[in-house]
Nanobody
Framework: QVQLVESGGGLVEPGGSLRLSCTTSGHSSTLKSMAWFRQASGKEREYVSVATPGGGRIIKLAVKDRFTISRDNNTVWLQMNSLEPEDSARYFC?????????????????WGRGTQVTVSA
């Protein structure tokens, strides 16, 4: 059974940084995309960044100068700098096996429970 567990969220002041981690288990395939999504209260889930098995990176335009995704085979990280109140959301990691690169959350069958990020003074 595939399991994803996020950590690293919390309360931070505007301009601060957080590093989210997500560790996956349950299958050993190296051909998997690993991604971060977020969902703010009352809003739809949106992608933040995707790390493909071939080393590609996709990142949401609104955060591309502040967030960085990295990964190995079983862990994906999201380094978030210069955080803004608009970044407040629950952050989820997700995983899908080999296929086309996608930022559509419906294409990801495996999800963690999320970690809350709150940016506030």
């Amino acid at each position: 059974q595939v399991q994803l567990v996020e950590s690293g969220g919390g309360l931070v002041e505007p301009g601060g940084s957080l590093r989210l981690s997500c560790t996956t288990s349950g299958h050993s395939s190296t051909l998997k995309s690993m991604a971060w999504f977020r969902q703010a209260s009352g809003k739809e889930r949106e992608y933040v960044s995707v790390a493909t098995p071939g080393g590609g990176r996709i990142i949401k335009l609104a955060v591309k100068d502040r967030f960085t995704i990295s990964r190995d085979n079983n862990t994906v990280w999201l380094q978030m700098n210069s955080l803004e109140p608009e970044d407040s959301a629950r952050y989820f990691c997700a995983e899908r096996l080999a296929g086309t690169t996608t930022t559509n959350p419906d294409d990801y069958p495996f999800w963690g429970r999320g970690t809350q990020v709150t940016v506030s003074a």
